[in-house]
């Protein structure tokens, strides 16, 4: 860890420790960074700061490249409760919620196909390309 700090440190990269975490399948003590600031140093290392990460159960979800996930694979499809407490709408709360809203106006039939290319047909796709969804959860958001 002192590697990815130091890497950090002497390339610019800002890292901040309140947003990042650790999963990891074996036991053991926490993991420290240590970063320093960034601002108006006169490229010297200043204020140094040790922080530990927030170590992931298997269990818990959070976000990667736009999909919510967790270690074990699992890719739920209806909002999601994060690692931070947060709550996070995932694919079929937007599906149901863009199509609710193409619904409710007065859109011709070659709008509303030119909607389902443009957004909700790229909200489906981007986030099951690789995504562990099953057959049940694909056809839920076929009805929608």
């Known amino acids: ?27 053991g003590p926490p993991l420290p960074i240590t970063t320093y600031e960034q601002n108006n140093t006169n490229y010297t290392l ?40 947060s709550t996070q709408d995932n694919i ?6 863009n199509m609710h809203a193409a619904n409710s106006r007065n859109i011709t039939g070659a709008g509303l196909v030119q909607v389902l290319n443009a957004v909700i047909k790229n909200q489906i796709l981007y986030p099951t390309t690789y ?6 959860q694909i056809e839920q958001m076929e009805k929608k």
Do not use: W
């Open 1 to 27: 860890m002192n590697s990815v700090g130091t890497f950090a440190t002497a390339t610019g990269v800002g890292v901040k420790p309140t947003k990042s975490y650790v999963y990891t399948n074996c036991e």
């Open 46 to 85: 200043q204020n140094k700061k040790t922080s530990t990460l927030k170590q992931l159960l298997a269990g818990d979800y959070f976000r990667h490249l736009g999909n919510i996930q967790n270690a074990k694979g699992d890719t739920p499809i209806k909002s999601t409760k994060m690692y931070d407490e």
């Open 92 to 97: 079929l709360t937007k599906v149901t919620n």
């Open 131 to 136: 995504a562990n969804t099953t057959a049940e």
